[in-house]
C-alpha cells in the first residue's frame, strides 16, 4: 500500500501527477460491477423487448466510450492512448443481475485503473437509463478493481477477504 497521497503537494493543493520521468509499460486494467434489476427488466433484456432498443449492445458502447472520457470526468486523470477496452456482460438471473467487466489496456507511463471502472460506471449507468421506464428501483453495486497489471507498484488483484 502506498503511504503518500500523489495528488497533493507538500503545501496540501490538488495536482495532476507529473509522469514525464516514468517509463512506458504495457498496462492492462479489470473492473467489475454489477446492477441489480427486477425479473421484468431481466426478461426484456434477454428478449430484446426494451423500448429504447438493445440494452447490453448500447451499454457496450457507452462503456468505451467512458472509459476514453475518463480525463474529461476526473479530474486528476491524464489523457491517455487507449490500445483496447472490452466490455462484458454476464446474466445473473439467479441474483436478478446484470454484472459488468470492463477491461482496458495501453501502454504508457500510467495505468488504466480509471479508465476501467469508468467504462463498467458508464455502462451501468446506461442499463439504468435504457431500462427505466420499466422499473426506477435499479441498484448499481459493487463496482471495483478486479486486477491491474503493469507499472512501477506492480500487478494487484482484488481480494474478497480484504487486505491485498
Known amino acids: 500500500m502506498m ?4 495528488h497533493f503537494d507538500e503545501k496540501g493543493n490538488a ?32 428478449e430484446g423487448s426494451i423500448e429504447k432498443g438493445d440494452v447490453l449492445g448500447v451499454a457496450r458502447v457507452a462503456g468505451i466510450m467512458g472509459s476514453k472520457a475518463t480525463s474529461t470526468l ?10 483496447g477496452v472490452n466490455v462484458d456482460f454476464e446474466i445473473d438471473e439467479k441474483n436478478s ?12 507511463k500510467t495505468g488504466v ?3 476501467a471502472l469508468t467504462a463498467v460506471s458508464t455502462a451501468a449507468l446506461t442499463i439504468y437509463d435504457m431500462c427505466k421506464a ?17 507499472g512501477k507498484s ?8 480484504g487486505s491485498n
Not at 21 to 33: D, I, S, Y
Not at 134 to 150: A, N
Open 3 to 6: 503511504n503518500e497521497l500523489t
Open 15 to 46: 495536482r495532476m501527477v507529473d509522469v514525464s520521468e516514468k517509463n512506458e509499460t504495457k498496462r492492462v486494467a479489470l473492473a467489475r460491477g454489477a446492477i441489480r434489476v427486477s425479473k421484468e427488466i431481466m426478461n426484456r433484456v434477454k
Open 74 to 83: 476526473i479530474p486528476m486523470c491524464h489523457p491517455l492512448m487507449i490500445n
Open 97 to 108: 443481475e446484470i454484472v459488468i467487466y470492463g477491461e482496458v489496456k495501453t501502454t504508457g
Open 113 to 115: 485503473e480509471m479508465e
Open 134 to 150: 420499466v422499473d426506477k428501483s435499479m441498484v448499481i453495486t459493487g463496482i471495483h478493481l478486479v486486477s491491474k497489471k503493469g
Open 154 to 161: 506492480g500487478d494487484f488483484y482484488f481480494n474478497e477477504g
